[in-house]
């Protein structure tokens, strides 16, 4: 596979070990199975966490300079691992150059980004609020890292205005 050959399974094992206990994936008989406790099982046997969090080191392993997009980046995923997913996933952003839109109504998910963010002292960061607003239009609002910070910082709610 593509990610043997580039040497980014090796990666994508150990986030995964991090991050859920998970020893390894490999594809056996062209299937993914991932090892956990000296048992192979099928990757679909797995939660939706899993699944996704494959899903998006996938894809950032393989893009290069690329935007990715993630719907509901947190589904599955429990929120005590929110901080450890967003550190992964901005620390290998950066390195393959990869812009990601990621989309989310979970607060402790939008807390998590901005804790591990300001940890990292990764300022490149933009929060867009998308919402209707009493005439039905759908309207934006953007937040540079300073001013979502600061709406975090100060207890404001920033899903919804």
Not at 52 to 81: C, P, Q
Not at 110 to 136: A, G, K, P, W
């Amino acid at each position: 596979s593509f990610l043997k050959l580039e040497n980014r399974l090796k990666t994508l094992n150990s986030h995964l070990k991090e991050l859920f206990d998970i020893d390894e994936l490999d594809y056996i008989n062209n299937q993914p199975q991932l090892l956990k406790n000296n048992r192979w099982k099928e990757l679909s046997l797995y939660g939706q966490g899993v699944k996704t969090f494959v899903n998006i080191m996938i894809s950032l392993l393989l893009l290069h300079d690329k935007i990715l997009f993630v719907d509901e980046i947190e589904n599955g995923i429990h929120y005590s691992l929110f901080d450890k997913m967003w550190e992964i996933i901005l620390k290998i952003s950066k390195e393959r150059e990869v812009q990601i839109f990621a989309t989310t109504h979970s607060k402790e998910c939008i807390e998590s980004y901005n804790r591990v963010s300001q940890r990292l002292e990764d300022d490149d960061i933009t929060f867009i609020n998308l919402s209707r607003n009493r005439r039905d239009k759908i309207v934006s609002i953007v937040l540079d890292s300073g001013m979502f910070r600061s709406e975090l910082a100060q207890n404001h709610e920033v899903r919804a205005w």
